[in-house]
């Protein structure tokens, strides 16, 4: 909440900067190390190399996650790794995918954020969410149970930060007397906002903050998709969301002619699955940091995510990605390429494929589409 006595700046509807494109194509980083003897350092520096390639390929944005105590990612810092990339890139828009706001002091992550975007000329997307691996909680020291309104607190106390100049805040998860912040965004203004939830109470204050919500559609086709989309749509409603809704939508995909480098994606594109689902509970099967991927019921098989998944040549990948803006009708696609367990120069071969003789294709279906129709 915000104490009486300190002054608001005049902001636009949800207080955030919305000089973001229609619609977004941008590059999702997870950082994992999947393939034997590969190395935190040779993927985080692959990791800068796709980035600045994203930018020439003119994709609209990048994205950094955060995990941590696995090999999924070795990303604990997303707002670290988007500052070393916005010294080395001009024009794509970065952030984290997501902050996980209750393993941070909201006051440490408003203060990084406007670094960020001091130092990049304003290149700043904001992604948050409440977090989903018991074991990182765990190991933080942080109740799991509290999450969701940690999330809601860190939120304010953020916005109240790099809108204002100030922070007082008297909750039940945070208690800060009134404190000023040197640094703020440059606009005054909050920067665009994403977030990963589908509680009502995270949908109420994305729509107070006129942030995108964003859902994992992964390897499935538009139509088992939609679902998610009219779950969480219904939230945005209850909220007294505008509409069309924005819609983020996270897409694994692999563009490649070489039917060796194909299976090999759906075979890294199934055992991402599986450790996605393994991370999520209680004790995830480890050996040391590396996860050990485990099946589960109703898994997809290798045949199936290569008939179904937009993976392989460059026009199966369009129409798979042009067949969900109808349906699923985003504003934002966050493209993920880096699951296969290919060398690094496969994966930046995919991108380059991606950006040359993907991306334009896109962009014209979706302004001939309409993507953000209610």
Not at 16 to 37: E, I, K, T, V, W
Not at 305 to 328: C, F, N, S, T, Y
């Amino acid at each position: 909440m915000r104490a009486s006595g300190i002054p608001a700046r005049e902001l636009p509807a949800g207080g955030q900067d919305d000089s973001l494109p229609a619609m977004q194509f941008a590059l999702f980083n997870l950082m994992s190390m999947n393939h034997p003897g590969e190395t935190p350092a040779e993927v985080l520096h692959a990791t800068v190399r796709n980035v600045r390639l994203a930018e020439e390929l003119g994709f609209d944005a990048t994205w950094f996650a955060e995990h941590h105590f696995s090999n999924a990612s070795v990303c604990a810092s997303p707002l670290m790794m988007a500052m070393h990339c916005a010294a080395v890139t001009s024009r794509i828009r970065l952030g984290p995918a997501v902050v996980v706001l209750p393993l941070h002091h909201p006051l440490r992550v408003a203060q990084e954020v406007a670094m960020l975007d001091q130092i990049s000329g304003g290149r700043v997307l904001l992604g948050v969410g409440p977090g989903h691996q018991p074991h990182e909680f765990r190991s933080f020291g942080v109740p799991m149970a509290g999450r969701h309104a940690m999330t809601l607190e860190g939120w304010d106390i953020v916005e109240q930060a790099l809108t204002t100049g100030r922070v007082h805040h008297l909750g039940e998860h945070y208690r800060i007397e009134d404190t000023p912040v040197a640094a703020r965004t440059l606009s005054g203004r909050m920067p665009p906002m994403f977030v990963a939830t589908a509680t009502p109470a995270l949908l109420a204050r994305a729509v107070r903050a006129g942030a995108t919500p964003m859902i994992s559609q992964g390897h499935r086709p538009a139509p088992q998709s939609a679902g998610m989309r009219e779950a969480i749509l219904a939230g945005w409603r209850a909220a007294g969301g505008a509409e069309p809704m924005p819609l983020g939508l996270q897409r694994y995909v692999f563009v490649t002619d070489d039917a060796a480098e194909a299976r090999q994606a759906a075979r890294g594109l199934l055992a991402l699955l599986r450790n996605t689902l393994a991370l999520r509970l209680d004790q995830p099967p480890r050996d040391g940091v590396h996860l050990r991927p485990v099946p589960f019921d109703g898994e997809p098989s290798e045949d199936w995510m290569l008939e179904h998944a937009p993976i392989g040549p460059a026009e199966k990948v369009a129409a798979a990605l042009a067949a969900d803006l109808p349906v699923l009708k985003p504003s934002h696609y966050s493209l993920y390429m880096g699951f296969t367990g290919l060398p690094a120069p496969a994966v930046e071969r995919a991108i380059a494929r991606f950006g040359r003789d993907v991306l334009p294709t896109l962009r014209v279906a979706a302004a001939g589409v309409g993507t953000r129709a209610a």
